[in-house]
């Protein structure tokens, strides 16, 4: 597909913020920008709604979302988010595209936490969601990540120490492989993070813990626990004003139906739950992640999986907080994650789901993988070779490895624009399944000094107008209305009436026997109305649908 921008280094705020104002002054037709607020350090928080307004505005289409940057380093998801943006306006004139506006509405945030970010891309600094001391009010013993060799980047240092646990691998010097029980000759090091040693005593070396250790997405009002028992789950739901404005944002959108997350990494599709298993949830709900998911596949080659069941480590306990949860069990929407860049995978590690502990040889050899593929496809810098280094408390120490954040958390630059291409495929495929209404069959029929109307609305997607069947649960979503307009009077039936929901294609089951295929009906896909009304010859009435989700269709029909 045609796009217009670059795709080749990640997006800073300025470069967002004027893409999008540029969007806005280039198509109005197309485009609402707003700022849902602004952070700490003043950047605000933009959303954009593109749609068709000649069709309808934004809010009265079933609309498809799409955020990104809840954690701030994970700055792949957001190329994609911008990826899907550009696919949209450069292809606005195509009939592809241009059908898709006016029928749907797409909403992007393109980056929820603007801080975070800003200090990852401009700083050697790495941080989960954003730049605030959490839970630690102050910086703790250990070593604190700093770039003390001047390259821009905080790698690894590795310290030499008769108690060290690690020696140098004799296959390839950058590598380091576990000292054996037996072990008691040669150099021995401890590794960690590149970085000074708070409150140094002199002796004692070891790790700090994260002082920005928010997670936002562990930080919404569903399955919500504490920090002791959710690590990064913050003070109370929502204390961040980045997660209450995107818990805000969606449910004053009552017409969200699909939400992805863009994150990064590891190369998965994921659904919801996190906090319990999918065999607890509503088996047709995770029947529609299952479809959906086989379309993420097909583009991506990512599989789809549960968080719980598949994705989580075997053995450890449920994720709280999560905002997929939120979605999905409070509104009742669709909501995948997607975790892109599949490092693993291409250096020759497949998948394990769920995923178990690896053993030390196991480990040593994914290492040995990540840097044949970084030799071959990166060329040698991508690897610095343990240099040594004079360090300010510990003396003679080596800083080497490789740059985690543009290798292992996000892919690498010359990858970038594989990566967004293959989402804003899905992305698309994704969004044509969500429910729509259309009229047919409408009709007048004399009777006497009357006239009887009918018309039948069916909603022709994959999806049903509810989206969930923890939506209809949770009785949030609001039944399909239809109406009549421009008769003198109506004398039987409800001018607005409520005719409950219609099933998306995806409730009607389908299978194969020796005699051939077969369609199983469920609960119907159209539903016909009617009323009797008194009207002069040539009266035009307007016969009208509308759902909150599934958006509205028109007829008119002249007697």
Wanted: glycine share 8%; aromatic share 10%; net charge negative.
């Amino acid at each position: 597909m045609k796009v217009t921008h670059t795709y080749d280094h990640f997006y800073l705020w300025h470069e967002i913020e004027a893409i999008l104002k540029g969007y806005e002054a280039d198509h109005p037709e197309l485009t609402t920008l707003t700022s849902l607020g602004k952070t700490a350090e003043g950047r605000d928080i933009w959303a954009i709604a593109v749609t068709d307004s000649a069709t309808g505005l934004h809010h009265e289409k079933p609309a498809y979302c799409v955020d990104a940057n809840i954690h701030a380093g994970e700055v792949t998801g957001s190329m994609c988010a911008m990826y899907l943006l550009d696919s949209l306006y450069t292809n606005c004139d195509e009939p592809e595209i241009r059908k898709l506006l006016q029928q749907y509405t797409f909403y992007v945030v393109p980056r929820i936490s603007p801080d975070g970010s800003e200090t990852y891309l401009t700083t050697p600094e790495m941080l989960r969601s954003v730049n605030k001391m959490y839970p630690f009010d102050d910086l703790q013993p250990g070593v604190q990540p700093m770039d003390l060799d001047g390259d821009g980047v905080i790698r690894r240092m590795r310290v030499k120490s008769p108690y060290g646990v690690w020696k140098v691998s004799q296959e390839d010097p950058r590598l380091m492989v576990r000292r054996s029980p037996d072990d008691t000759e040669g150099d021995f090091y401890n590794v960690f993070n590149e970085g000074m040693v708070e409150d140094f005593d002199g002796v004692w070396v070891k790790q700090a813990p994260n002082k920005w250790g928010n997670d936002f997405n562990r930080n919404f009002p569903f399955a919500w626990e504490p920090e002791i028992r959710q690590a990064g789950a913050g003070r109370y739901p929502l204390i961040h004003d980045e997660t209450k404005i995107m818990a805000d944002f969606i449910v004053e959108h009552k017409n969200i139906c699909c939400i992805l997350n863009m994150h990064t990494m590891g190369g998965f599709y994921l659904y919801p739950p996190g906090f319990k298993s999918g065999k607890e949830a509503f088996k047709a709900d995770m029947d529609l992640y299952k479809a959906l998911g086989k379309m993420g596949t097909e583009e991506s080659g990512y599989p789809a999986i549960n968080v719980r069941d598949e994705y989580v480590v075997a053995g450890s306990g449920p994720i709280r907080g999560l905002f997929d949860d939120f979605n999905h069990f409070a509104m009742g929407l669709i909501n995948f994650t997607i975790e892109c860049w599949d490092l693993y995978p291409r250096v020759g590690v497949p998948h394990e789901m769920p995923p178990k502990e690896k053993s030390d040889d196991a480990q040593y050899d994914q290492m040995k993988k990540v840097y044949q593929w970084a030799d071959e496809n990166l060329g040698p810098e991508a690897i610095k070779p343990w240099t040594e280094f004079d360090h300010p408390q510990l003396g003679k120490v080596e800083i080497g490895g490789y740059d985690y954040k543009t290798l292992v958390q996000n892919c690498p630059p010359k990858f970038l624009r594989q990566e967004v291409e293959k989402h804003g495929r899905f992305m698309l495929r994704e969004a044509k399944a969500m429910p729509r209404l259309e009229v047919r069959n409408v009709k007048t029929t004399p009777m006497g000094d009357a006239v009887k109307v009918e018309a039948c609305v069916y909603n022709p997607a994959f999806l049903p107008t509810y989206v969930t069947k923890e939506a209809l649960h949770l009785k949030i979503v609001g039944q399909l209305e239809a109406s009549l307009c421009g008769a003198e009077e109506i004398l039987e039936g409800k001018q607005t009436q409520q005719i409950g929901q219609l099933e998306g294609y995806s409730g009607i089951r389908a299978a194969s026997y020796m005699g051939g295929q077969t369609s199983m009906m469920g609960d119907p896909c159209e539903k016909k109305v009617s009323w009797i009304v008194k009207a002069a010859p040539g009266t035009e009435l307007t016969v009208s649908f509308k759902h909150p989700r599934a958006g509205k269709a028109v007829a008119k029909v002249t007697l």
